[in-house]
């Protein structure tokens, strides 16, 4: 039996390795950019008006000029005017270059039109005031976003900006989802008294779309035979394979002995942790291998902590720690990391986490109350209200 | 102009009445329930052994018996086994039932199995321990998922579990996302020098995916006969109108005038806040209208602040207030509710905000640094390192 961090290294040492593919820009978001993105002009690309109003030349109004002939509009979209009479002004409306021979803005709020002349009604002003100069968020060239990064919204944003109507990300790879465990019926299916649901499957094929993986569920029967056929031909087909169930010490758990029978190199199986002991993990020359253990809160715990974790890394992501704060005393003896189910609350810029003690590792319904795991280290077992711990967050805030 | 907390009343006040539909276990994830979800049957629906081990009645272990002859072994999914000599045992495997004349479950670590005879090594032993019992999570018919509530992986299992293969959903709005101003060319267009490429079109429509929302994007020009026509047109087609630009007080800011020609009830225009001021809201008979400033920035803070939160109300679910802590002082003296943008970082379970001061509102690569908006009250100036505030977050943490 190892650690969670010696689980968690071995873990992050075996990652996959992604192909680059190109995706249009409205179907980019939630992949990972597999190239810099750089400024292809300035931004903005002209000093822009970034007020609707009126552009002077400020060096008049700091000699006493208070009105202004209007010479014509300069309309955002169109091309660059002159000012001819160096006194006049020009209207500019917000997007518009800033006329040559103008150098501020002054709002419509702040100056009265009449007989097309415009007079100032403010005491100051600042030169270059309400202009967006060019290049003073970018210059041509610079880096915007760096490879790796993941795309949301605000990088959708700058990607349209500078072009990108196809970008490359990496692929994700193909996963597998086998369940296992003869009690297990569809979930259409009406169960006898002493089956229940598939449901491992759907949470993580659900998990895994929320990363834009695909997966694809399998269920294999306790049986030696069968099982072993149909997971060689999983193996070949996939990338990641993900098993829950058969990884335990029961008479049909018999997922390890058939992956090494497969050549499934085992880098570690059994962890000192709770929920998901029986956690199991390898890989051959094609497919990584998760096998977790089949109840429905070891499932969800070790996809979160681990899976999830190895799918960012893999695409070159840093993962950010996350950690709350226990609103209750918590005593856990057992040398072994105690992952323990938490509901989070704000106040006032604090992420406290109330436990939220379950019935068991089979206790689905639990995970409905909660928003997270927090990871109580194994050389403690009185874990105080008000310390902090690092947080597992399978909610988003 | 009205101020933050009366535009997001006037917001709140005018939901949208969505439809139920009816989706795919797989495709529901991101979606709000229609239906309150209850236990179909008892979870567990019997007994459960939650150990492989062996099961025992736990009298005869207090009355001293330590050795149980091995009568048969319980499988998960099959039928439940009755212990015919009542002084045996019963190999059981996780995920069976309990056998009946058994109460209690022994680990396979806790005992030692010889000539088709168990004995137990431990001198202590709870009844019922390594049992789940019956009913133990829910009882049939308990309430377990409330309708509105958002769908994740954490409620997928329990759908699964209970059997819900097709859910009814809240559908949501058709909306459409129009673009105006006449300095904007599309993403795949070289601009000219004037130009500008659209980037809150992209952006909205990623935003909307994110809740499982489809937009449409449209662009009008800046030309007030056709901009009527189209307008015309996309408010009989759409529940939702998003328009970014011509909101503001420029010569072909035509988008309030058209609005009201259209017979759409302006509800307000203009709110005292930074950045976003010219943020215009009303609605017809058939259709709400958001339209926002055009500028990147402005167009973002309106969706988040505004537009999300309307989304989630209308699905009947109740947003969960988010606050973090300044980490430097900011003074802002205009009588407005400043948003100011932020880059988060945890440190022992506070939510740390660091501030990223951009160079203007047009300023869409600062958003690529910052994690969200801090709402900085109008009714003071000077905040303090130290002081929490609300929060409103657009990357998930």
């Known amino acids: 039996m190892i650690s969670v961090e010696e689980a968690t290294e071995l873990i992050q040492s075996h990652l996959y390795q992604p192909k680059i593919v190109v995706k249009d820009l409205n179907q980019s978001s939630g992949h990972y950019l597999a190239e810099d993105i750089r400024a292809d002009r300035d931004f903005p690309p002209f000093n822009r008006v970034a007020m609707d109003g009126i552009a002077i030349k400020a060096a008049l109004f700091e000699a006493g000029r208070r009105e202004f002939t209007i010479e014509g509009i300069q309309y955002a979209g169109a091309e660059c005017l002159i000012l001819k009479d160096p006194t006049a002004c020009m209207e500019v409306m917000t997007g518009a270059m800033l006329p040559m021979g103008t150098d501020s803005v002054i709002r419509f709020e702040d100056i ?19 202009v967006h100069g060019r290049a003073t968020d970018a210059a041509k060239g610079d880096l915007l976003i760096e490879k790796n990064t993941l795309i949301t919204t605000a990088e959708i944003g700058v990607l349209a900006t500078v072009g990108k109507s196809r970008i490359e990300v990496y692929e994700m790879p193909k996963v597998a989802i086998v369940s296992t465990g003869d009690e297990l019926v569809k979930v259409s299916e009406q169960p006898k008294e002493y089956q229940i649901r598939r449901s491992n499957s759907h ?20 049986n030696e035979e069968n099982m072993r056929h149909e997971l060689s031909g999983i193996l070949e087909s996939y990338d990641v394979l993900i098993l829950t169930g058969g990884v335990s010490k029961g008479k049909k758990d018999f997922v390890p002995a058939i992956l090494d029978d497969l050549a499934v190199e085992k880098l570690f199986h059994r962890v000192a942790q709770k929920p998901g002991k029986p956690f199991w993990f390898g890989k051959n020359n094609t497919t990584t291998v998760f096998a977790l253990p089949g109840n429905p809160v070891s499932t969800y715990l070790c996809f979160n902590k681990y899976i999830k974790p190895w799918f960012k890394s893999s695409m070159g992501a840093v993962p950010k720690p996350l950690s709350a704060i226990l609103d209750r005393d918590i005593t856990f003896k057992a040398p072994l990391t105690y992952f323990a189910q938490v509901k989070l609350t704000y106040r006032l810029g604090h992420l406290i986490a109330e436990p939220v003690l379950g019935k068991g590792s089979g206790d689905l319904a639990n995970l409905l109350q909660a928003d997270g795991f927090l990871e109580l280290p194994p050389a403690e077992t009185e874990f105080k209200k008000g310390s902090s711990y690092e947080l597992i967050l399978y909610r988003s805030i």
Chains 1, 2 share one sequence.
Not at 113 to 118: N, P
Not at 204 to 222: C, E, F, Q, R
């Open 203 to 222: 949470v993580l094929k659900g998990a895994l779309s929320d990363m834009k993986v695909l997966g694809n569920i399998y269920h294999i029967a306790d």
């Open 112 to 130: 009265e039109i009449k007989d097309g002349k415009a007079t100032i009604t403010i005491d100051q002003l600042k030169q270059h005031q309400n």
